[in-house]
């Protein structure tokens, strides 16, 4: 296949036969190639585990903590059920029940969870893969990988955590720059910023999305859409089947 190449996907929401497409469609060498996966693969669809194990296979990876992620962790750091898990941590609970043996002993009652899920349940080796995602990567031609996006008009070192993956405000920002022709000014610049968390379904697509230097590669897995796989070099992609095409008895969202 040549030389390395650098590949971004977007954010997985547990839908491992999703992943497996497009690792398959985009021919990833998981030996030779570099993946930047931007968040998200916690919670949504029941396959959160295995595509963890599917991730740890990869020798050159960057995993990028999303938000959902975010949460999951908070559960194996002290081992209690978080609040926004109400919103897509069924996939993620179900995923690790069943594999912990414990399948089905899952309860919902209006706003809260009751599940036999336990912090060590979870494999060592998840536990420091979700310990170990980045909050942002910059490559060596200065171009940014995040989650959700960061506050433009402050220096981009040094933000709360959070901001790096809750933030939305700089892709909704670029959309209506670019709609209006104009640019987008960022305290500090990048020469590309490829991002996920807001899924571009919203503009009634569901492949990359590009405004003034952002690219979104969120392209609705989480959902209805589609998982999506870039080279960030020539911008070719490769995306899955529809997720509702793969899941169609495990819709969880």
């Known amino acids: 296949m040549g030389g390395m190449r650098t590949l971004v996907m977007g954010d997985v929401h547990g839908a491992y036969s999703a992943m497996m497409q497009c690792l398959e469609r985009s021919q990833f060498d998981d030996q030779h190639d570099l993946l930047i996966q931007l968040g998200d693969i916690a919670d949504g669809y029941a396959q959160v585990y295995e595509c963890v194990e599917e991730l740890l296979k990869i020798k050159h990876l960057v995993a990028i903590r999303g938000n959902h992620d975010d949460w999951f962790h908070e559960f194996i750091q002290v081992d209690l059920h978080p609040y926004f898990w109400n919103f897509g941590g069924k996939g993620t609970l179900t995923s690790y029940l069943n594999h912990a043996g414990k399948n089905g002993r899952f309860f919902k009652k209006g706003s809260g969870y009751k599940t036999a899920l336990a912090s ?12 170990g995602q980045w909050p942002y990567y910059i490559d ?33 920002t670029a959309i209506s720059c670019h709609n209006e022709g104009g640019s987008l000014a960022v305290e500090t610049s990048f020469s590309e910023i490829y991002i996920g968390h807001t899924a571009t379904a919203q503009l009634g697509v569901h492949h990359p999305l590009n405004a003034c230097n952002i690219w979104n590669i969120d392209t609705g897995a989480g959902a209805s859409g589609r998982l999506t796989i870039m080279d960030v070099d020539t911008k070719e992609y490769w995306q899955s089947d529809r997720i509702p095409t793969l899941y169609r008895d495990n819709l969880v969202f």
């Open 120 to 131: 060590s349940d979870i494999p060592d080796t998840h536990k420091a893969f979700f310990e």
């Open 140 to 172: 060596g031609q200065n171009r940014c990988f995040v989650h959700g996006g960061f506050k433009r008009d402050k220096p981009f070192h040094g933000q709360a955590t959070s901001a790096y993956y809750l933030d939305r405000d700089l892709w909704t």
